[in-house]
């Protein structure tokens, strides 16, 4: 979370791969998703992310192109 958040504020590195980064499936980067993760990661029953977490991959419903990841994206 804190890493995304420094994407988001411009305090930090982007981040390399903003669909990974999109934590709520929403096809945008933005401080909702770092709270969905910080509410995953520390409240009790929350939701997790979407697929494909908690496993690595692709996207299933993100179309292409929508938030590209490294070495489009640069």
């Known amino acids: 979370p804190i890493a995304l958040l420094g994407s988001i504020f411009g305090t930090g ?12 499936d929403d096809n945008a980067v933005n ?4 709270v969905q ?8 029953g929350s939701s997790p992310p979407p697929a494909p977490f908690p496993a690595g ?5 993100t ?5 590209p ?6």
């Open 63 to 67: 179309p292409t192109g929508d938030l």
């Open 13 to 24: 590195p982007l981040v390399i791969c903003p669909d990974a980064g999109d934590v709520n």
């Open 69 to 74: 990841c490294w070495p489009d994206y640069y």
């Open 57 to 61: 991959g692709v996207d299933p419903t």
């Open 37 to 44: 993760l910080i509410h995953y990661l520390f409240i009790p």
């Open 31 to 34: 401080v909702v998703d770092a």
